[in-house]
Each structure stands twice: as C-alpha cells, then as structure tokens.
C-alpha cells in the first residue's frame, strides 16, 4: 500500500494556525491528505519566536528546511498578501491591473524562485480577514449585532466581493473589524465566524480561496 499523501501548511500566526487546525484540516484530510502545519518562526538575537513574516531571506530557508523531507508531498501556505514583505519575489514587478492578478503574480514567482513541484505558494487576498467579511453573518450572530454584518455588506458589495476589500493601512479589511466591532478578538472571533460559514461558503465568495483549494485537490506529478 503506497504511503499517504502528505501536506504541510506553513502559516503566518496563531489566527492562520487555528483556521487550519479547526476547518481547513478536515477538508484536507477528507481528501486523502495527511495534514500536518507549523507557524513561521521568527528569529530575535538568540530567542526564536513564532508568528509574523518578517523578510524573504528568513522564510525561504524556512520553505527549503521543510522541503527537504522526502516525505512531503506538497508544502503550501497561508500568508496575507497584505503586508507581505517587500522583499519577496514578485513584489517589485507586479503588473497594473486588479488586486488577483498581482496576488497570482506574486505566487507564481515565489514558485519560481523556490524551483520545487511540491510548492504550492498561497497568499490571502488581501488578508485573513476577508474571510471573516465572507462570515459577516456568522460574525453578526456571534457578537449578537446585526449592524455588523449590514456594514460589511457593504464594504465588500462596494469592492466587488471580501477578497476585494481595500489593502491600504487604514482599510484593509482587519482594520475595518476593528473599527466596526468594539473588543474584536481575532485569534477568536475570525475562526469562530470562518468555522461557521464553512469551506462551501468560503468558496462560493472568495474565488481567489477557492482556486488554492482546487490545486490542492488536483493530482500532484
């Protein structure tokens, strides 16, 4: 019997990790994959922290370090674009145009300067907290609050969808929720909500999301 499939998720912090461990990991393993997932460290003098992508440098050794087992099937990530450091490959020759076109710019030459077939590159577009605009409802319901879910509507019908929501330091879409919704705890009410709506609703409104899980599911060379 040949070994199973495996898929190592590298994330960007604690939020990312509990996305991954509460709803993207049974998906995944309901799809023949063995689901494993680490946060992106961080390296302080001598003292290694976890959480946060920092520069380009650090994280390629840290994608080289997992793809050297043999073992491993596919590694792919969950980083926001938003943020992403300026450094990486991609950043300073993203093309004019829409926001999707220059996140796939972005994947496609980490990819490439990565040079593996198991490297599947994902960045939120534009962060995790589009998704949380996707499970406005579920946000809505959990903080007892219809107002919520009426403004973000709005947001993301004026964007054109949640993984639209403006980038900018002042609107990306966490911002938003901390100016919408008073005491928002992220690493608790993002999951929570995302959870709720599920990966089907994910789906239906974040294409972007949707794309990364189809290669995921396709045959691997």
């Excluded at 990790?17 to 990991?25: G, K, M, P, Q």
């Excluded at 980038?167 to 009410?189: F, H, I, M, Q, W």
Aim: proline share 7%; charged share 20%.
């Amino acid at each position: 019997m040949p070994d199973q499939k495996r898929l190592h998720l590298l994330v960007e912090g604690q939020t990312e990790a509990t996305v991954v461990r509460d709803l993207l990991s049974g998906h995944l393993q309901r799809q023949g994959w063995f689901v494993t997932y680490s946060t992106v460290r961080t390296q302080t003098s001598s003292v290694t922290y976890r959480g946060g992508v920092t520069s380009w440098p650090k994280l390629y050794r840290e994608i080289k370090e997992l793809l050297a087992s043999p073992r491993l099937t596919v590694l792919t990530t969950l980083f926001d674009y938003y943020g992403f450091p300026s450094d990486a490959p991609g950043m300073a020759t993203r093309p004019a145009g829409g926001a999707t076109g220059k996140v796939e710019h972005v994947e496609e030459a980490l990819r490439t300067a990565v040079g593996d077939h198991r490297f599947v590159p994902h960045l939120v577009q534009h962060e995790l907290e589009s998704w949380v605009f996707a499970a406005r409802n579920q946000l809505a319901f959990l903080r007892d609050d219809p107002a919520v879910a009426e403004r973000l509507e709005q947001d993301c019908a004026a964007a054109g969808g949640p993984e639209l929501v403006n980038d900018d330091p002042k609107n990306a879409p966490s911002k938003r929720l901390a100016r919408y919704c008073p005491g928002y705890v992220k690493t608790l009410e993002g999951p929570l909500a995302i959870g709720d709506l599920g990966i089907e609703g994910l789906q239906a409104q974040c294409p972007h999301f949707a794309g990364w899980l189809g290669k995921l599911s396709a045959p691997i060379d």
